[in-house]
Structure formats: C-alpha cells, structure tokens
C-alpha cells in the first residue's frame, strides 16, 4: 500500500495550492469560464495525478495508464492546471486558455491535447465513456484503472443512472467516480433546482461501493483511493463534500462563480489568498 | 431471384469479421435479435457488451471503448441510434473523432407495423450533418457486407443505414464497393434515377417500366451519402439533364436534399426528390407503405414524366 504521511500531504497540498492559483491566472487572462467547480475539485485532482495515477506525461497513449475523465468538462481549467503541473505540456500554454487555436478549449478536446482522455463538457457523457474504458480494461485482462469525476448537478442527467447501471451489472471494479458534491448548480443550490438526494443511497441501490468523505481532505480522499484499489466485483462511487470556490473566500459557496471569470483586481486577490 | 434483409447481411458480415479481428467488440441496445447482433454475441460472448434499453449509455460507452483501441460497432434501431442518442453520437464519438460504427437496422417506413415510433425517416439527415461521420446506405446483402468489410478498414466514425425486409440481392459477390463512389447499375441518356437502400431495387424495376416506353434511364446505387460522390452526380446532370432522387427517408436533408446541393452549386438541372414528403409513417406492411408514400415503380415512372416535363420547359 502506498504511504499516507504528512510529509506526502503537505507535497499534495503544494500541488493543489499551484493549482489553484492557475485556475484563477488562466480564468482571468481568458476571461470567461467556470471558477466555481474548478476550485471545488482541486484537491481530488491532486491527489489523482501526484499520488495515485500511473501515467506517463511523456508517453500519453502508453497502453496501460490509468483513464481519468473530466466528466464535469467545464472544470477543464483544473484539468488543465493539473496536465501542465504533470509536464504534458508547458505551463505558459496554460494562459492560451479558450482562445481561438488553442489547444486548451473551453471543454476538453482529447484530440487537440495530449493528456486529454474524453471529449467532454455535455453533461453526463463522461462517465459513460469511463465505463467503456473500464470494460476495454476487463475485456484486454489489463490492470489499468479508471476514474472519473462527475459534478453533483451533472447526476439530474438521466445518462448518468444508465452508465451507473451497466458499471455495476459488468462488475468494474476498476472503475472509480467522484462526486465534487458542492451543493450549486448554475440557477442554484441544488436542493433548490433539482435535487438528487439521497446521492450515496442512489449509487448504494445501484450496486455500488459507496464512501462520503471530506473532498478537501487529502487524507481522506487517498484513504477512499486505497479502499476503492480493495474492493472487488463492483465501481466505487466516491461522494466527496466540497465547498465551491474553495480556496478563494469572496467565491466560496456562491452560485455566481460557477460561470464567471475573475476580473483584474479579483485575479490579484485570489493569487494573494493563495500565495 | 435470391433474397436477404440487409440487416442479416450485416449479422452475417460481423461474424466474419470477428473471426479475423480480435480488436473488433459489438454493442448492442436489447435487440440483438432484431439487428443480428446476437449471433456474434453467441460466438464471442467476451467481446459483445449489451448495454440494456440504454442508448444513450451505449454510445458513450463505444467512445470510451474505442478510446483503448477497440473497433466498435454499435447496433440498435435507427430511431434510437441516430435519434435517442443524437447528441452522444455527436458529442462523443464524431466528436472525438473515434473509431466506431453505427450500425442501426429498421430504418424507414419498411419496419412495417410497428408504426411511426419505429420508422426512422430523419436519419441520414441528423448523421450527415455531422462532421467526421460517414454515411453509407446499401441497397442490398452483398453490398451491406462489402461495406462493413470496408468500414472496418476505414477509421473513424461511421453510420451504416440497415433495414428489415428481405430485398433482392442487386449486385454480384465480385461487385466493387468503394466508399464514395456511388455505382451507375444502368446507363441512360433521360435522365438518371439516383437512389439508395430499398430504393435501388425500386429504382431498377422503374427503369424496365420505362424502356417499354422506349426511354432510357440511367440508374446510379448512391450508398454513401457521405461523402458524397459529386463526381458522379455533376457527370450524370450533364449527360442526362435531369435527376429523380429516391429513398426511403424524409425528403428534408437526406440523399435528396445531398444529391441538390451538389446539383444546384455545379450544374443546375431539374430535380424531383421522391421519399416521405415531410410526414411521419405509420402502421402497414411494408408494401403498402411504400405503395401509401408513393415509392413503388409504377408510382416513380409517374414522376419520371413530370420531372420530363420540367426538363423540356
């Protein structure tokens, strides 16, 4: 089993706070975009690429890496700031971000960036093609795993019980989702829009594993990675509670942040909050 | 005269295919029975995934699966692959530009009773409007397995368009079946019959009709949709002078609607596009149907000389 120390989680930390900061660089300097739920899932990513992940950033299409997927693309920033901080690509690319010619679109495109597994941003498709993978892993008798994260709004899409369904009736243990559940979707709280709670029941009756955890605790998000590794015959939903914005305290938990770039002055003082 | 339905050409085809190709998986939507999937489900088993009344799922799962270097093809009704599942199909596979093959049997009003629910009229419309997307209509079981014979070698997304009934076999085993390149079946100097799927057969048997009337018809089997064979269609407007458009489809964006856009940009000539004229099918069996929606033989000899009248004008 891999180690757990403070020292591993302070390096984590280092990453996720890099981040962060890049989100926020690269968000301005587009000036559109969705700072929100790029924040919220930062540290899940972190851990996800500098701790968990068996990849390769200079052989991308090495055949036995593991697959993550954004499936909430609109995070694409944090997908971004986490490929660049890995060295698939330099980091001054990061602020071509949404322009025309770009290889960082506005969603992910896995044709334009290297790195990049799915083509995503309409909701719910990502976890399917996650699926997929997974079940090429099992067909291939391949080790790879596979993770996706999904945003808590994006489990109103129908495709998502679909894909749920068949992860579950195909056993794939070496599928594993987050939920960055923090609680906003664009017109709201989503208890307000669309509600769809009992998140962890709904992933239970659908025969997953399920754990809830802190998702910006590292710990805990490592500790859901190794019992996931463990668990056999069936995915593993991980329900990670996030606060949106995380990180910068005049976005944190406000709904008009899911789809809006930082200004100059705000840049300035989110990079000082995250200095 | 031998018959077979596309769509068991295409059951036939994939079990052929499967023996030669381990990186070939099959996906089917709950009714691999009625695409003809089941019989390579039966004999690959590890290599065919049912995604369940799901399609949605299912199209994305093919992205995810071609991804890891899977040839995937896809089957479900054509309502459901191109139309439940559009925007997946659009999103994931042509978008990302992958390897898998639509293909979707029970296209056009030739599913018969089942009624309009079933009868996939809009969809060569929705997939050739789709960038990265071939489309492929066969008319008959030797060309449906030479284009999947094709499809597997070509990468990159696909839509075969499959259907239900038995059709006479048109072409030869030794035909040659180039994607792009549609084939003129017969030669005439009136006008020429474009037509595709079911139609082809229609098509030929309004050419007979016709030379008893002592008038020659050309008649071109356009199987793919796109990309389209300009070529082809601007020789046959010059030569002929007028064009007769036939399908088993929505007259709104399918081969009809291709065969003007060609037409109109590099050498305008008259055009009747017959096909469903912007009308939903409904329950009867196929013949009736096709009698009902005007695309039997005696039916396209009418339009014939009304498209002659419109060339004479």
Same mark, same amino acid.
């Given at each position: 089993?891999?180690?757990?120390?403070?020292?591993?989680?302070?390096?984590?930390?280092?990453?996720?706070?890099?981040?962060?900061?890049?989100?926020?660089?690269?968000?301005?300097?587009?000036?559109?975009?969705?700072?929100?739920?790029?924040?919220?899932?930062?540290?899940?990513?972190?851990?996800?690429?500098?701790?968990?992940?068996?990849?390769?950033?200079?052989?991308?299409?090495?055949?036995?890496?593991?697959?993550?997927?954004?499936?909430?693309?609109?995070?694409?920033?944090?997908?971004?700031?986490?490929?660049?901080?890995?060295?698939?690509?330099?980091?001054?690319?990061?602020?071509?971000?949404?322009?025309?010619?770009?290889?960082?679109?506005?969603?992910?495109?896995?044709?334009?960036?290297?790195?990049?597994?799915?083509?995503?941003?309409?909701?719910?498709?990502?976890?399917?093609?996650?699926?997929?993978?997974?079940?090429?892993?099992?067909?291939?008798?391949?080790?790879?795993?596979?993770?996706?994260?999904?945003?808590?709004?994006?489990?109103?899409?129908?495709?998502?019980?679909?894909?749920?369904?068949?992860?579950?009736?195909?056993?794939?243990?070496?599928?594993?989702?987050?939920?960055?559940?923090?609680?906003?979707?664009?017109?709201?709280?989503?208890?307000?829009?669309?509600?769809?709670?009992?998140?962890?029941?709904?992933?239970?009756?659908?025969?997953?594993?399920?754990?809830?955890?802190?998702?910006?605790?590292?710990?805990?998000?490592?500790?859901?990675?190794?019992?996931?590794?463990?668990?056999?015959?069936?995915?593993?939903?991980?329900?990670?509670?996030?606060?949106?914005?995380?990180?910068?305290?005049?976005?944190?938990?406000?709904?008009?942040?899911?789809?809006?770039?930082?200004?100059?002055?705000?840049?300035?003082?989110?990079?000082?909050?995250?200095? | 005269?031998?018959?077979?339905?596309?769509?068991?050409?295409?059951?036939?085809?994939?079990?052929? =295919?499967?023996?030669?190709?381990?990186? %070939?998986? +099959? @996906?089917?939507?709950?009714?691999?029975? *009625? &695409?003809?999937? /089941?019989? #390579?489900?039966?004999?690959?088993?590890?290599?065919?995934?049912?995604?369940?009344?799901?399609?949605?799922?299912?199209?994305?799962?093919?992205?995810?699966?071609?991804?890891?270097?899977?040839?995937?093809?896809?089957?479900?009704?054509?309502?459901?692959?191109?139309?439940?599942?559009?925007?997946?199909?659009?999103?994931?596979?042509?978008?990302?530009?992958?390897?898998?093959?639509?293909?979707?049997?029970?296209?056009?009003?030739?599913?018969?009773?089942?009624?309009?629910?079933?009868?996939?009229?809009?969809?060569?419309? =929705?997939?050739?409007?789709?960038?990265? %997307?071939? +489309? @492929?209509?066969?008319?008959?079981?030797? *060309? &449906?397995?030479? /284009?999947? #014979?094709?499809?597997?070698?070509?990468?990159?997304?696909?839509?075969?368009?499959?259907?239900?009934?038995?059709?006479?076999?048109?072409?030869?085993?030794?035909?040659?079946?180039?994607?792009?390149?549609?084939?003129?079946?017969?030669?005439?100097?009136?006008?020429?019959?474009?037509?595709?799927?079911?139609?082809?057969?229609?098509?030929?048997?309004?050419?007979?009709?016709?030379?008893?009337?002592?008038?020659?018809?050309?008649?071109?089997?356009?199987?793919?949709?796109?990309?389209?064979?300009?070529?082809?269609?601007?020789?046959?407007?010059?030569?002929?002078?007028?064009?007769?458009?036939?399908?088993?489809?929505?007259?709104?964006?399918?081969?009809?609607?291709?065969?003007?856009?060609?037409?109109?940009?590099?050498?305008?000539?008259?055009?009747?596009?017959?096909?469903?004229?912007?009308?939903?099918?409904?329950?009867?069996?196929?013949?009736?149907?096709?009698?009902?929606?005007?695309?039997?033989?005696?039916?396209?000899?009418?339009?014939?000389?009304?498209?002659?009248?419109?060339?004479?004008?």
């Amino acid at each position: 089993m891999k180690e757990i120390s403070e020292s591993i989680i302070a390096e984590i930390a280092e990453k996720a706070r890099v981040m962060r900061r890049d989100i926020i660089e690269m968000l301005g300097a587009a000036g559109s975009g969705h700072p929100g739920g790029s924040l919220s899932a930062a540290d899940i990513v972190a851990c996800l690429y500098f701790w968990e992940m068996n990849i390769d950033e200079n052989n991308p299409q090495w055949a036995d890496r593991d697959r993550f997927v954004l499936s909430k693309g609109h995070a694409a920033p944090l997908l971004y700031a986490a490929l660049a901080e890995k060295g698939f690509f330099p980091r001054e690319k990061l602020l071509t971000l949404r322009k025309l010619g770009s290889p960082l679109q506005g969603h992910p495109d896995r044709n334009k960036l290297a790195g990049v597994e799915a083509c995503t941003g309409s909701l719910g498709q990502g976890i399917s093609w996650a699926v997929g993978m997974a079940l090429a892993g099992k067909i291939d008798k391949k080790d790879y795993r596979v993770y996706a994260l999904l945003g808590d709004g994006e489990l109103e899409e129908g495709m998502v019980w679909e894909a749920s369904m068949a992860a579950s009736h195909y056993k794939l243990d070496n599928l594993l989702i987050f939920v960055d559940h923090n609680g906003l979707q664009i017109d709201g709280r989503i208890a307000d829009i669309m509600s769809p709670e009992p998140v962890a029941d709904k992933f239970r009756a659908f025969g997953w594993e399920v754990l809830a955890i802190d998702g910006h605790d590292y710990r805990q998000i490592m500790e859901s990675l190794v019992t996931a590794q463990n668990t056999r015959g069936k995915p593993t939903a991980v329900i990670a509670n996030t606060i949106k914005g995380k990180g910068c305290s005049f976005m944190e938990d406000r709904v008009e942040w899911h789809g809006t770039a930082p200004k100059k002055d705000e840049v300035a003082k989110a990079l000082l909050e995250l200095a | 005269m031998e018959k077979q339905a596309t769509r068991d050409a295409y059951g036939k085809a994939l079990l052929e =295919l499967g023996k030669l190709h381990q990186d %070939i998986v +099959v @996906l089917d939507a709950d009714l691999s029975k *009625s &695409t003809k999937t /089941a019989e #390579f489900a039966r004999s690959f088993p590890e290599r065919f995934i049912n995604a369940g009344i799901a399609e949605q799922n299912m199209m994305g799962m093919a992205a995810g699966l071609a991804t890891a270097g899977k040839v995937v093809f896809a089957s479900s009704f054509a309502i459901f692959a191109t139309g439940r599942a559009f925007e997946q199909v659009r999103n994931s596979i042509a978008y990302g530009n992958l390897n898998v093959k639509i293909c979707a049997t029970h296209a056009g009003v030739t599913v018969g009773e089942d009624g309009a629910s079933h009868q996939s009229v809009e969809d060569i419309a =929705l997939m050739r409007s789709v960038p990265n %997307i071939c +489309v @492929l209509v066969p008319s008959d079981g030797v *060309s &449906t397995r030479k /284009a999947l #014979f094709k499809l597997y070698e070509q990468k990159g997304p696909a839509y075969l368009r499959l259907g239900r009934p038995s059709l006479p076999l048109i072409h030869d085993d030794d035909m040659e079946f180039e994607i792009g390149k549609g084939i003129e079946l017969r030669k005439g100097k009136d006008a020429c019959l474009i037509a595709c799927g079911i139609m082809v057969e229609k098509a030929l048997q309004a050419a007979d009709l016709l030379l008893q009337e002592g008038i020659g018809v050309s008649v071109v089997d356009m199987h793919t949709i796109k990309p389209l064979d300009k070529d082809l269609i601007i020789e046959k407007a010059r030569e002929t002078g007028a064009i007769l458009t036939l399908e088993e489809h929505s007259v709104l964006g399918g081969m009809g609607s291709a065969v003007c856009e060609v037409v109109c940009e590099h050498f305008p000539v008259p055009v009747i596009r017959m096909g469903l004229d912007d009308v939903f099918g409904q329950s009867g069996s196929p013949d009736e149907l096709l009698q009902y929606y005007g695309l039997t033989p005696e039916q396209i000899v009418e339009k014939f000389h009304d498209l002659i009248k419109k060339k004479q004008k």
